[in-house]
């Protein structure tokens, strides 16, 4: 079953703009992962925030965790068009097994130059 | 460095067919996991092995398909026989786990898979 959605499903912004992702998810977690997927590519690790972290940054990724809310974004600031692709959040929930993470469907962003 | 490594890359077979999904995870880490991805299911977690043993197959679709890891570093997953709704692209991914999920996992490019 899905854990993580993401919205919205689709995101179409200019150069330079920021993008902003959200992700809901259900149970309780240990840690929320955001990957990037390149078209015809495999998911690449982009950032992971524990349950005790609020706001984690890298680079022009700002990821920001709400346990009571539930949720998560991740903000994209001066996108390029090289960031094109899309995006999952990904929680490993704290009941059931250990390195299993459930991944939401991904939100499509395109930047457009 | 090289990274997770699928063969083949596409398959394209008729119903009925034999098919095998090959997969080399980054050497040294310890947690391999095979995903399906489609357009409507997203992307599910099939199976996955720490240490070379099978921990959780509770994703796996039938007892047409199987996966094993014979060492540390190959893996296969069969799907015999194939049916056209098995159509999907396959990822393997491959972690060193230490503890609950806290590592990143690091995927190959995936093999599409079409069944005719």
Same mark, same amino acid.
């Given at each position: 079953?899905?854990?993580?959605?993401?919205?919205?499903?689709?995101?179409?912004?200019?150069?330079?703009?920021?993008?902003?992702?959200?992700?809901?998810?259900?149970?309780?977690?240990?840690?929320?992962?955001?990957?990037?997927?390149?078209?015809?590519?495999?998911?690449?690790?982009?950032?992971?925030?524990?349950?005790?972290?609020?706001?984690?940054?890298?680079?022009?990724?700002?990821?920001?965790?709400?346990?009571?809310?539930?949720?998560?974004?991740?903000?994209?600031?001066?996108?390029?068009?090289?960031?094109?692709?899309?995006?999952?959040?990904?929680?490993?929930?704290?009941?059931?097994?250990?390195?299993?993470?459930?991944?939401?469907?991904?939100?499509?962003?395109?930047?457009?130059? | 460095?090289?990274?997770?490594?699928?063969?083949?890359?596409?398959? #394209?077979?008729?119903?009925?067919?034999?098919?095998?999904?090959?997969?080399?995870?980054?050497?040294?880490?310890?947690?391999?996991?095979?995903?399906?991805?489609?357009?409507?299911?997203?992307?599910?977690?099939?199976?996955?092995?720490?240490?070379? #043993?099978?921990?959780?197959?509770?994703?796996?679709?039938?007892?047409?398909?199987?996966?094993?890891?014979?060492?540390?570093?190959?893996?296969?997953?069969?799907?015999?026989?194939?049916?056209?709704?098995?159509?999907? #692209?396959?990822?393997?991914?491959?972690?060193?786990? #230490?503890?609950?999920?806290?590592?990143?996992?690091?995927?190959?490019?995936?093999?599409?898979?079409?069944?005719?």
């Amino acid at each position: 079953s899905q854990q993580g959605e993401e919205d919205p499903q689709a995101l179409s912004i200019q150069e330079g703009e920021n993008a902003t992702m959200n992700c809901s998810y259900k149970t309780s977690i240990n840690n929320l992962q955001w990957y990037r997927q390149n078209s015809g590519r495999g998911l690449v690790h982009l950032i992971l925030i524990r349950s005790n972290e609020r706001e984690k940054h890298s680079g022009r990724l700002r990821v920001t965790l709400d346990t009571s809310k539930k949720s998560s974004s991740l903000l994209i600031t001066a996108s390029r068009a090289a960031d094109t692709a899309s995006y999952f959040c990904a929680t490993d929930g704290t009941q059931g097994g250990s390195e299993k993470l459930v991944f939401g469907k991904g939100t499509k962003l395109t930047v457009n130059p | 460095d090289a990274g997770v490594i699928q063969s083949p890359r596409h398959e #394209v077979t008729e119903m009925g067919q034999e098919v095998t999904l090959r997969c080399k995870p980054i050497s040294g880490h310890n947690s391999l996991f095979w995903y399906r991805q489609t357009m409507m299911r997203g992307l599910e977690l099939l199976i996955y092995f720490n240490n070379n #043993v099978p921990i959780d197959d509770s994703g796996m679709p039938e007892d047409r398909f199987s996966a094993k890891m014979p060492n540390a570093s190959f893996s296969t997953l069969k799907i015999q026989p194939s049916e056209p709704r098995d159509s999907a #692209v396959y990822f393997c991914a491959s972690s060193f786990e #230490v503890g609950r999920g806290y590592q990143p996992q690091h995927f190959g490019d995936g093999t599409r898979l079409s069944i005719l």
